[in-house]
């Protein structure tokens, strides 16, 4: 068997390209937060766009920090989903996809928040003026199809909560989808999501600190494989040739955002 390596690992991380993050979410303070933490492996997960990744790629040259570009994209149906590549060229493919079929409604900083666009110190490039807390054209299901088709991982996000997720929005899980994963917040325990959310059992489930603060990363995800690659993250999600995915308790008690 190849040697395997275990990986404590938060896949939704926000930068301060998402309007509602906290001006810290630059960089270099996201890859020495995890560092501090002990997180060998984020996900970038802006809300839709992936323009502040590579980045924060960048920014973990010479750390402990393996990092993924990704997304949170906003379907038709307002429900979140998670869209993990193991590439920057991956990633903004799906971009290109994205951008067209992303309204073109203007941002209002004031009201929203900035969207800041930064390289890999912190320091400014440019606004982000088309509003990126809106629906995509997109279905959740075509959405998850493209993602895949780049091939990329989808995974609706923190489906327990009341806003943006998948029960609250749709009513259930669609037997039919092809997710990769689901994500619970931090809010519900693993093992209570899957007695009380009907066809959770039917998928990984991994839990999220959906980090818009440096202060809100959980870790609460240990992967063991051999790269912190999306095919060893399958087969790990899946339990399969010695991979695994287990979880850390979670702070149930922290507020909510």
Do not use: W
């Amino acid at each position: 068997m190849a040697n395997l390596h275990s990986y404590r690992a938060e896949f939704h991380v926000h930068t301060v390209l998402s309007p509602c993050a906290g001006v810290e979410m630059i960089p270099p303070l996201i890859i020495a937060e995890a560092e501090r933490r002990g997180i060998d492996l984020i996900a970038i997960t802006d809300h839709n766009a992936t323009a502040n990744a590579g980045a924060v790629i960048a920014a973990a040259q010479g750390s402990t920090v393996h990092v993924l570009p990704g997304m949170e994209l906003q379907t038709v149906e307002e429900v979140h989903l998670l869209c993990l590549f193991d590439d920057m060229q991956a990633a903004e493919a799906f971009q290109d996809q994205v951008d067209e079929n992303l309204p073109a409604t203007p941002n209002n900083p004031d009201y929203f928040g900035e969207q800041f666009v930064v390289d890999e110190t912190g320091d400014f490039i440019r606004r982000e003026d088309r509003l990126l807390l809106s629906s995509t054209r997109f279905t959740l299901e075509e959405a998850v199809q493209r993602v895949h088709a780049l091939g990329g991982m989808a995974i609706p996000a923190h489906i327990n909560r009341q806003a943006y997720g998948l029960i609250a929005n749709l009513g259930f899980i669609p037997p039919a989808s092809e997710f990769d994963a689901l994500e619970i917040s931090r809010h519900l325990e693993l093992a209570q999501a899957v007695q009380v959310i009907p066809g959770a059992r039917r998928f990984p489930l991994i839990q999220s600190g959906d980090v818009h603060y440096l202060e809100d990363f959980l870790g609460a995800n240990t992967l063991t494989v051999q790269a912190p690659t999306l095919d060893e993250i399958r087969m790990a999600f899946n339990q399969k040739e010695g991979r695994s995915l287990t979880h850390s308790p979670a702070r149930v008690n922290a507020p909510l955002k």
